[in-house]
């Protein structure tokens, strides 16, 4: 089974700290994601990364920025906190769909952060 | 603009009692429509891909079919542990993009 793992379920940190979100997949996907959910705006999609130091802004990208150093590990980081970037991170990755049809993208169990 | 409308955004249904989510789209050149369950504290988990009008998929108590501009997740009579939200999400041509819906709260009751 393909595993997507983020490092913290929760997370609780102060305003103006730099916070580092972590996610580790394990099937040697191309893509990875992040995505923020809040209530009744669905998930909105961060920033994206295709292939090892490649990344692309998502919709949100404002506040955040990302590394991809190797294949299987895609940080989010918070360069300086605020409390509306409380919310569920979400991790999530897929192989190349040039390369496959049937393909989905394949979530971490996301990571609830606070900021106080 | 590529959007995605789900409705309701809240559903509860007596056990048994069959229905359907609808998820409304409008992207430039359609990729693919993508059907997720998420339980509360969860990530999303996949459930269907629909690719092109009129196609269908099946999965246990779950039908996912396909027109030009929507997608409904028709729901036949449900068990409690069907209750979840409903994400859908499609994606444009050209692009590893996802753009989700806001999804629909299912609740079934015994």
């Known amino acids: 089974d393909v595993k997507v793992t983020q490092s913290s379920r929760y997370l609780v940190k102060r305003t103006g700290e730099k916070v580092f979100l972590e996610c580790v997949q394990d099937m040697d996907h191309e893509n990875m994601f992040w995505y923020r959910q809040d209530p009744g705006l669905g998930l909105r999609l961060i920033y994206f990364?295709?292939?090892?130091?490649?990344?692309e802004k998502g919709d949100i990208p404002e506040g955040y920025s990302v590394s991809r150093e190797k294949k299987e590990r895609f940080s989010l980081i918070l360069e300086s906190a605020s409390t509306n970037q409380t919310s569920m991170y979400l991790c999530?990755?897929?192989?190349?769909?040039?390369?496959?049809?049937?393909?989905?993208?394949?979530f971490g169990q996301g990571t609830r952060l606070t900021v106080v | 603009e590529d959007q995605v409308t789900q409705s309701p955004e809240a559903l509860r249904l007596q056990e048994g009692e069959s229905s359907s989510l609808n998820c409304s789209y409008t992207?430039?050149?359609?990729?693919?429509l993508f059907w997720y369950r998420q339980d509360p504290g969860k990530g999303p988990e996949f459930l269907f891909t629909?690719?092109?009008a009129g196609e269908e998929k099946e999965k246990e108590r779950l039908k996912a079919t396909l027109t030009k501009k929507e997608s409904f997740l028709h729901i036949t009579a449900p068990k409690p542990e069907d209750s979840a939200t409903y994400l859908c999400a499609v994606q444009a041509q050209n692009t590893d993009k996802l753009i989700f819906g806001t999804g629909t709260r299912l609740q079934v009751f015994p």
């Open positions: 992207v430039s050149g359609l990729r693919g």
């Open positions: 629909l690719y092109s």
């Open positions: 990364s295709y292939d090892v130091k490649m990344k």
């Open positions: 999530a990755s897929e192989p190349l769909l040039e390369a496959l049809r049937d393909t989905e993208a394949f």
